[in-house]
């Protein structure tokens, strides 16, 4: 089993340097004959591991005023995998907004709207790079801007919170788009029900 550690150059051919991995993983055991394969795990948002390297490694590049290589990275990362993790895409929204990138801005939200519960965001015209908003589509940022605007999914979830089920059904809120035939959450209520997927992964670890 080996571990790679990747070094990004913008310029460069990436180096892939070898590690060997001195523990060895666990083998599952065999399923018996004639029993029934276990069912398959269901789609969860795994920002949390899944998307975090390749959001640190953007971040890293960012530092170094690698702007285009950062965002190289979210791009490629969405490709391979655009539905496991919401996490990478809004990330590349701020860096397509805080660049003046708007044709990439704008393509951008049209896939995430197909892939996740995120409604259409619409590029600013009237501010300067530097203070561009992310708003909606139709026009002016309208309700709900929180949560706290939606009674309906605020009582479910206090009443799930702490259990088993809480962040499965968090992770549905955001994944279930109706093959982006929903309007979709507000870019800010989509990052609110982030935050509570990642304080209910914490607690779940306690």
Not at 49 to 62: C, F
Request: glycine share 6%.
């Amino acid at each position: 089993m080996y571990i790679f550690f990747f070094f990004f150059n913008d310029t460069a051919p990436t180096e892939i340097y070898p590690l060997p991995q001195h523990a060895p993983l666990p083998i599952s055991a065999p399923v018996p004959a004639g029993a029934a394969p276990p069912p398959p795990p269901l789609p969860v948002d795994s920002g949390i591991a899944g998307a975090t390297p390749a959001i640190e490694l953007a971040e890293i590049m960012l530092s170094f005023g690698r702007v285009s290589g950062a965002a190289r990275t979210l791009e490629e990362y969405i490709a391979a995998l655009p539905q496991e993790s919401i996490r990478p895409w809004i990330r590349l929204l701020h860096l397509y907004q805080r660049s003046g990138m708007r044709k990439e801005f704008e393509a951008l939200t049209v896939k995430l709207n197909r892939n996740f519960n995120v409604e259409i965001l619409r590029w600013d015209a009237g501010r300067t790079g530097d203070e561009l908003e992310l708003v909606p589509l139709a026009g002016a940022p309208t309700t709900p801007e929180t949560l706290e605007d939606i009674p309906r999914l605020r009582d479910e979830i206090v009443a799930l919170w702490g259990k088993p089920e809480c962040q499965g059904y968090l992770e549905n809120l955001l994944r279930d788009n109706r093959q982006g035939k929903r309007k979709g959450f507000p870019l800010a209520v989509a990052e609110e029900i982030l935050f509570l997927i990642d304080l209910a992964a914490v607690r779940d670890l306690k």
